[in-house]
């Protein structure tokens, strides 16, 4: 009998503690900040080019953001990158 009681305050207490139900009977969740996208608007403008090292011969990608439209990218993101066109809007 105690550990039908044990559980059952168990399963209450996750319920309660990691969000539970709502009241239309589905689970909330909230996406990961890995896979999260916000919606970013560019305040200037630039192209950013990334490389596959160091010796910045290979381009692997660009990121281009123009003002007040969102950034957009192709390719690969690197630590091997030029800003180029830099400028404030």
Do not use: F
Not at 37 to 49: A, F, G, K, N, P
Not at 60 to 82: A, D, I, S
Request: aromatic share 8%; proline share 3%.
């Amino acid at each position: 009998m105690k550990a039908y009681i044990v559980a059952g305050a168990l399963a209450a207490g996750l319920l309660a503690g990691c969000g539970g139900v709502e009241g239309d009977g589905l689970e909330t969740e909230q996406p990961g900040l890995a896979t999260r996208e916000d919606r970013l608007i560019c305040t200037s403008q630039y192209i950013v080019v990334y490389y596959s090292d160091a010796t910045y011969t290979t381009e692997v990608g660009v990121e281009h953001c123009w003002c007040g439209n969102t950034p957009t990218r192709e390719g690969l993101r690197t630590p091997y990158r030029q800003v180029y066109s830099e400028e404030s809007c």
